[in-house]
């Protein structure tokens, strides 16, 4: 139901961005959250947006670098991320919440994409 594209191998420093595309018909009244899962580590929220756009959040370490934005007329859900670390390297996935608030944790979450990987090297 959802599907993650966009990432890819870029330097530190550098910029990406995600998509998520959504063929869920009634995705564009759920809250959107992007997640990471790093290789040895648990899977961790990143950024999550409301139904409309009206309300976001983001974890502190990305807060200032990354973006997350939704196009509710195309059903597409974006994060863009900028100053990227190594440490950002990661499995990246796409989650709709259970309800249209924004989600921040993924017991939030009922539906999910796979992941697109994202690597960024020093």
């Known amino acids: 139901q959802l599907q993650a594209s966009g990432g890819g191998l870029v330097q530190s420093g550098g910029s990406l961005r995600l998509s998520c595309a959504s063929s869920r018909r009634t995705a564009s009244n759920n809250g959107m959250g992007w997640f990471r899962r790093a290789p040895g580590k648990e899977r961790e929220f990143v950024a999550g947006i409301s139904w409309n756009g009206g309300s976001t959040m983001y974890s502190d370490s990305v807060k200032g670098r990354f973006t997350i934005s939704r196009d509710r007329a195309k059903n597409m859900v974006y994060l863009q991320m900028s100053s990227l670390k190594p440490e950002d390297t990661a499995v990246y996935y796409c989650?709709?919440?259970?309800?249209?608030?924004?989600?921040?944790?993924?017991?939030?979450?009922?539906?999910w994409g796979q992941g697109t990987q994202v690597t960024v090297s020093s």
């Open positions: 989650a709709g919440s259970r309800t249209s608030y924004r989600p921040s944790n993924y017991s939030q979450c009922n539906y």
